[in-house]
């Protein structure tokens, strides 16, 4: 099982960090993605790490914004979010897949809830 949080209303060119924890199984050794769906749009990926390098990959939308990062110790994978915009507005989600992947989400399992991140002034 999966649970983000961390959500909230921020301003634009704020910042926000989200956080993926996991119970029940270790996150080490398993690709993460990071998605979002924004209202009446289709969930994308945004951001993955890799099972076993930890090699981190974008989607070009939040390249240079966005920093996704594992920490083993606290079974916990971040997505650390600058300079937010109003696009970024969107429920995002994180799940348990090959990064190879994560643009689409295809064979993501375990996916959590979300959390609700608003870009508002």
């Known amino acids: 099982q999966l649970v983000e949080s961390g959500g909230g209303l921020v301003q634009p060119g704020g910042s926000l960090r989200l956080s993926c924890t996991a119970s029940g199984f270790h996150l080490e050794g398993y690709g993460i993605g990071w998605f979002r769906q924004a209202p009446g749009k289709e969930r994308g990926g945004i951001s993955c790490i890799n099972s076993h390098d930890d090699t981190t990959h974008y989607a070009d939308s939040v390249k240079g914004r966005f920093t996704i990062s594992r920490d083993v110790a606290k079974n916990t994978v971040y997505l650390q979010m600058d300079n937010l915009k109003p696009e970024d507005t969107a429920l995002y989600s994180c799940?348990?897949?090959?990064?190879?992947?994560?643009?689409?989400?295809?064979?993501?399992?375990?996916w959590g809830p979300g959390t609700q991140v608003t870009v508002s002034s």
């Open positions: 799940a348990v897949g090959a990064c190879s992947t994560f643009y689409s989400g295809w064979n993501f399992v375990r």
